[in-house]
């Protein structure tokens, strides 16, 4: 993505909130007045894009130093199995994916009448990019995943709710979940676990592909 198309993205809440921590360092380190504080803080509150947000800090050291590497976009639905790696299922009851395990590129999860939780924290992840799409009808999915991995999510509830803490991880190589799906009186939610951290995914791919490349040349 270039720099006008990410201009132009719409303003998360989340960026809002880090050009008001960027503005709040700036006044106590007194680079800003209380009153240019108050009007930027008022204007980050109005903005609707990332370019009207980084307007109020273009003036600050921070707006000169390298910015860190977004999450790559969602894979496309034909970049992925046609077929779930793994389907999570509750029907009246109560499912849970947790532990050292390994994560697929696609998992899906169905929580009907019941509730799914999935807990990526101790997983594997032999993929940089891992679709969770779910479907809460009546029930709820809860999604934990580790702290220093990119969360996303694209979704939306129907007298439910679909909430998912957005984190991007400063590791451009660092795995990132995409938490998908819909609920539909009931709930949706995607938070890390603090404390735990995914730290060897890099050494466990080159592994995997030292290894794919012995096999073929042995051939």
Same mark, same amino acid.
């Given at each position: 993505?270039?720099?006008? #198309?990410?201009?132009?993205?719409?303003? =998360?809440?989340?960026?809002?909130?880090?050009?008001?921590?960027?503005? &709040?360092?700036?006044?106590?380190?007194?680079?800003?007045?209380?009153?240019?504080?108050?009007?930027?803080?008022?204007?980050?509150?109005?903005? #609707?894009?990332?370019?009207?947000?980084? @307007?109020? @800090?273009?003036?600050?050291?921070?707006?000169?130093?390298?910015?860190?590497?977004?999450?790559?976009?969602?894979?496309?639905?034909?970049?992925?199995?046609?077929?779930? !790696?793994?389907?999570?299922?509750?029907?009246?009851?109560?499912?849970?994916?947790?532990?050292?395990?390994?994560?697929?590129?696609?998992?899906?999860?169905?929580?009907?009448?019941? =509730?799914? +939780?999935?807990?990526?924290? +101790?997983?594997?992840?032999?993929?940089?990019?891992?679709?969770? #799409?779910?479907?809460?009808?009546?029930?709820?999915? +809860? @999604?934990?995943?580790?702290?220093?991995?990119?969360? &996303?999510?694209?979704?939306?509830?129907?007298?439910?709710?679909? +909430?998912?803490?957005?984190? !991007?991880?400063?590791?451009?190589?660092?795995?990132?979940?995409?938490?998908?799906?819909?609920?539909?009186?009931?709930? @949706?939610?995607?938070?890390?676990?603090?404390?735990?951290?995914?730290?060897?995914?890099?050494?466990?791919?080159?592994?995997?592909?030292?290894? =794919?490349? &012995?096999?073929?040349?042995?051939?």
């Amino acid at each position: 993505m270039d720099l006008q #198309k990410q201009t132009d993205l719409r303003a =998360s809440d989340a960026d809002r909130d880090r050009v008001a921590d960027i503005l &709040r360092d700036a006044l106590a380190e007194g680079r800003l007045t209380a009153e240019e504080h108050a009007e930027r803080v008022e204007g980050v509150l109005a903005a #609707k894009t990332v370019g009207e947000l980084e @307007v109020f @800090v273009k003036d600050l050291p921070v707006a000169h130093t390298p910015r860190a590497t977004t999450a790559p976009l969602r894979p496309a639905d034909a970049a992925l199995p046609a077929d779930p !790696d793994e389907n999570i299922v509750a029907v009246f009851s109560s499912a849970t994916r947790r532990g050292r395990w390994r994560a697929g590129r696609r998992i899906h999860a169905y929580a009907i009448f019941g =509730s799914v +939780e999935i807990d990526l924290s +101790e997983a594997l992840f032999e993929y940089q990019q891992v679709v969770v #799409k779910t479907y809460a009808i009546l029930g709820s999915v +809860e @999604v934990r995943v580790p702290e220093n991995i990119s969360l &996303r999510g694209t979704g939306g509830g129907i007298l439910g709710s679909f +909430e998912v803490d957005t984190m !991007d991880s400063g590791d451009p190589n660092a795995p990132v979940v995409y938490l998908d799906g819909w609920a539909v009186l009931g709930s @949706v939610e995607g938070r890390p676990r603090r404390g735990r951290v995914v730290a060897d995914i890099l050494d466990r791919v080159q592994r995997k592909v030292d290894r =794919s490349s &012995r096999k073929h040349l042995d051939r």
